[in-house]
């Protein structure tokens, strides 16, 4: 039974990085049939995909247009997890994030964390 | 991007009688490699993340109810609950995951009549 944990603040300041991380069971961040994915959820934006990192002989990293700028999705091997950090938040990044894997379909969520962006 | 809109955003349906939610995708997502739409169905409860109850647009997730079914190709999707339960109250997306960035449906709320 593959299980996602997620952790990090709660709190975030504007103008700072945003860090979570996602630990992994019953699967390898290193799976070559799986990617590792970030989702958030605001009342603004609905259910927005932010990006992903997958193993296919090599590490790839992937992201949505909106936050390619801001955003690093990188795994550990070491601790089998995968993390994201999302440079200059603004009150718009305030959302419930979610660590999904997606094998044909996003198949597996973490439990959510709300992360708000406030002074 | 995919875009995609569902219809309509709140439904209230009295127990036992059917339910039926649609979903318009701003192109096709038919996936030509297994002749198979990359659509699925997701159920929010509050205070839970989604859960996937229908994938390839008709094939049902291990443990979901047979009273859920998924139809539709190409751009046209439908969900049916066809004798809606207690339990079925929740927001509903549907879902593209073949082109990123993946995107989502803005939901549909279904409420007991």
């Known amino acids: 039974q593959v299980q996602l944990q997620q952790s990090g603040p709660g709190l975030v300041k504007p103008s700072q990085t945003l860090s979570l991380t996602c630990a992994i069971s019953g699967d390898s961040v290193s799976s070559d049939s799986a990617t590792w994915n970030w989702i958030r959820q605001s009342p603004s934006r609905g259910l927005e995909w932010l990006g992903r990192t997958f193993y296919r002989s090599k590490w790839s990293s992937e992201y949505a247009l909106s936050v390619k700028s801001r955003l690093i999705i990188s795994p550990d091997t070491s601790k089998n997890q995968f993390s994201l950090q999302l440079s200059s938040v603004t009150p718009e990044d305030t959302a419930i994030y979610y660590c999904?894997?997606?094998?044909?379909?996003?198949?597996?969520w973490g439990q959510g964390a709300l992360v708000t962006v406030s002074s | 991007d995919v875009v995609m809109t569902q219809f309509p955003d709140s439904l209230a349906v009295s127990l036992g009688e059917r339910a039926t939610i649609n979903c318009k995708s701003s192109?096709?997502?038919?996936?030509?490699?297994?002749?198979?739409?990359?659509l699925a169905w997701l159920q929010q409860k509050p205070g839970q993340p989604p859960k996937v109850l229908i994938y390839?647009?008709?094939t049902r997730e291990s443990g979901v109810p047979d009273r859920f079914s998924g139809s539709g190709s190409a751009t046209d999707f439908t969900l049916t609950i066809s004798s809606l339960q207690a339990e079925d109250v929740a927001v509903y997306f549907c879902?593209?995951?073949?082109?990123?960035?993946?995107?989502f449906g803005q939901g549909t709320k279904l409420e007991i009549k």
């Open positions: 390839w647009a008709s």
């Open positions: 879902h593209q995951y073949c082109l990123t960035p993946f995107t």
């Open positions: 999904v894997r997606k094998t044909v379909f996003l198949d597996y």
């Open positions: 192109q096709s997502i038919f996936f030509s490699s297994n002749n198979k739409n990359c």
